[in-house]
């Protein structure tokens, strides 16, 4: 795709934008001047970019567009569009499934959810998409990795599982707290924990184990690692969690 259009310049919408404009082949890519102070940043950065007039300019001039603003903003941003039924539309709102969104913008164009995080600025996020559309495909595999999904029920799963990245970044945290509560320098904590956690996330590229064995592998019986999460981590924990999770995704459904 040459032509590529985002209504909606928060955090995703720019990861996408840099993400394709940082590549070697850049599309054109048209921002809808919402979200205005970041619309100028990425079209001054950028010559593939420009800021169009209004919503509608950015659906003309485009042959994929990317919804991406907040779910409660979505009838005020959408109201009066036209969208043609040559347009393919990629709806990234949380929550919005696809029927809602065709009934908002009257229209029979494809329409395909994608979950895209804020990584595909380095080409380096898997996106969840449904349903599976070679154009909207190719795009978010150029991005990073593509995961067509069967259902809006598997949809919406993938969808709630990218409600626990704050709880990561928290926990980190924490940790980072703690340490700094025993006297060690908030800096030095920080840089240890950050250095402790991208090893970690370096061990997930092996896909030749399991998480389950990747836990197992980094733990040995009656060890620290086995001491912190029996005691943290137990049962009731993973109740909780598994609770918050269905009663989230009771919410997206």
């Given at each position: 795709?040459?032509r590529?259009?985002?209504?909606?310049?928060?955090?995703?919408?720019?990861a996408?934008?840099v993400?394709l404009?940082d590549g070697?082949e850049?599309?054109?890519?048209?921002l809808?001047p919402?979200?205005?102070?970041t619309?100028?940043?990425?079209?001054?950065?950028?010559e593939e970019?420009?800021?169009?007039?209004?919503?509608?300019d950015?659906?003309d001039?485009?042959?994929?567009?990317?919804?991406?603003?907040?779910?409660?903003?979505?009838?005020e941003?959408?109201?009066g569009?036209k969208?043609d039924d040559?347009?393919?539309?990629?709806n990234?709102?949380?929550?919005?499934?696809?029927?809602?969104?065709?009934?908002?913008?009257?229209?029979d164009?494809?329409?395909v959810?994608a979950?895209?995080?804020p990584?595909?600025?380095?080409?380096r996020?898997?996106?969840v998409?449904?349903?599976?559309?070679?154009?909207?495909d190719?795009?978010?595999e150029?991005l990073?990795g593509v995961?067509?999904?069967?259902?809006?029920?598997a949809?919406?799963?993938f969808s709630?599982?990218?409600?626990?990245?704050?709880?990561?970044y928290?926990?980190?945290a924490t940790?980072?707290?703690?340490?700094?509560?025993?006297?060690?320098?908030?800096?030095?904590?920080?840089?240890?924990?950050?250095?402790?956690f991208?090893?970690?996330?370096?061990?997930?590229?092996?896909?030749?184990?399991s998480?389950h064995?990747?836990?197992a592998d980094?733990e040995?019986?009656n060890?620290?690692?086995e001491?912190?999460?029996t005691?943290?981590?137990?049962p009731?924990?993973?109740?909780a969690?598994?609770k918050?999770?269905d009663d989230?995704?009771?919410?997206?459904?």
């Amino acid at each position: 795709m040459k032509r590529i259009g985002i209504i909606g310049a928060g955090e995703i919408g720019r990861a996408i934008v840099v993400g394709l404009c940082d590549g070697d082949e850049s599309p054109s890519v048209f921002l809808s001047p919402r979200g205005a102070r970041t619309a100028a940043e990425l079209s001054a950065r950028y010559e593939e970019v420009q800021v169009c007039a209004d919503n509608q300019d950015v659906v003309d001039r485009s042959e994929v567009v990317i919804i991406a603003v907040r779910r409660q903003d979505r009838h005020e941003a959408l109201a009066g569009l036209k969208v043609d039924d040559d347009r393919i539309v990629v709806n990234v709102m949380a929550g919005v499934a696809n029927e809602d969104l065709r009934q908002t913008l009257a229209t029979d164009a494809p329409l395909v959810r994608a979950i895209p995080l804020p990584a595909v600025c380095e080409r380096r996020s898997v996106t969840v998409t449904h349903p599976a559309h070679p154009a909207v495909d190719s795009l978010f595999e150029y991005l990073g990795g593509v995961l067509p999904v069967a259902d809006e029920a598997a949809f919406n799963v993938f969808s709630a599982l990218t409600g626990t990245l704050t709880t990561h970044y928290r926990y980190l945290a924490t940790l980072t707290s703690w340490a700094a509560d025993q006297g060690v320098a908030s800096d030095d904590a920080d840089r240890y924990i950050r250095g402790l956690f991208q090893g970690i996330g370096r061990a997930l590229s092996d896909e030749t184990r399991s998480l389950h064995q990747l836990a197992a592998d980094h733990e040995t019986p009656n060890g620290n690692n086995e001491r912190i999460r029996t005691a943290w981590f137990g049962p009731d924990n993973a109740q909780a969690l598994n609770k918050a999770l269905d009663d989230l995704l009771d919410d997206l459904t």
